[in-house]
């Protein structure tokens, strides 16, 4: 068997409508897994994905819905794509309580809750499939490092790093076949950056977003700035029996951003 093939499986893609999102799920589809796609609109059309169902993932209600669907509709869960959030680009003293704490319910409430929801079926799945089920959490370089103007996100992603690496030695510690890793993106040209540049010129740190773009590029050991679909590969390795003895890791695609 092909050890990077996901044909069988069932996944679960949040965050499905941004571009990390589509990528992963078209990344996903290719390798041979039947996609379910979730984010906040109504309907959207997320080529590769196989369903899609709307689901604020601050909301315990709904991802009761969006698990039931799955159980109802195909029985199983293999993988489990944590990719939903938000940036917050803003000096810490001009941060309102608010701002933080809604970060905070989006990036790390929202994961917390998709892998508490989701961890029956996936770990009745991992028992008929080669290295388990797979839960990939989108952390970010900043859940690595610290960064100006962007305190309450890297907080958010550095929570997002160490919920990984605890889920992971518990499952491990209670024998569920369910393998959790975190994947930290450096920049990635989405829309998300593109609210951070804008970001950056309105505090004044930045004269145009061109220059903001040019700057955080050159952050970059490549010196360019990285594409959802370098992500989303990454995202289906981790998913793959491949990737059958990685858990509690840490797979940073960042074009040497760290290295810097």
């Not at 001009?94 to 929202?110: K, P, Q, Y």
């Not at 892998?115 to 690595?144: C, E, F, H, M």
């Not at 951070?196 to 952050?219: H, K, N, Q």
Request: hydrophobic share 45%; aromatic share 6%; proline share 3%.
């Amino acid at each position: 068997m092909n050890a990077f093939s996901l044909e069988g499986t069932l996944a679960l893609v949040t965050g499905a409508t941004g571009g990390i999102g589509r990528a992963t799920c078209a990344a996903l589809a290719e390798a041979g897994a039947t996609v379910i796609a979730t984010d906040l609109a109504a309907t959207a059309d997320i080529a590769g994905a196989a369903a899609y169902r709307p689901l604020d993932v601050t909301s315990e209600d709904g991802w009761a819905e969006v698990v039931g669907f799955i159980d109802g509709t195909y029985g199983r869960l293999d993988i489990l794509v944590n990719n939903a959030g938000i940036s917050v680009t803003n000096a810490i003293a001009d941060s309102s309580l608010a701002e933080f704490r809604r970060c905070m319910a989006i990036n790390v409430e929202g994961v917390f809750l998709g892998t508490k929801a989701t961890q029956p079926l996936l770990a009745a799945s991992g028992k008929t499939r080669t290295g388990g089920a797979s839960i990939i959490n989108l952390s970010s370089v900043g859940g690595l490092k610290g960064a100006a103007y962007m305190a309450t996100y890297c907080a958010s992603k550095g929570a997002v790093k160490l919920f990984t690496k605890s889920a992971a030695a518990e499952y491990a510690m209670l024998g569920l076949p369910i393998r959790v890793n975190s994947v930290h993106p450096g920049g990635i040209d989405t829309g998300m950056m593109d609210t951070i540049y804008a970001r950056y010129v309105e505090a004044g740190l930045f004269p145009d977003e061109a220059t903001a773009r040019s700057t955080v590029s050159a952050g970059h050991a490549m010196g360019r700035m990285g594409a959802p679909e370098e992500i989303a590969t990454g995202i289906a390795y981790l998913a793959s029996p491949a990737a059958s003895f990685m858990t509690g890791s840490e797979l940073v695609i960042d074009g040497g951003m760290t290295a810097r």
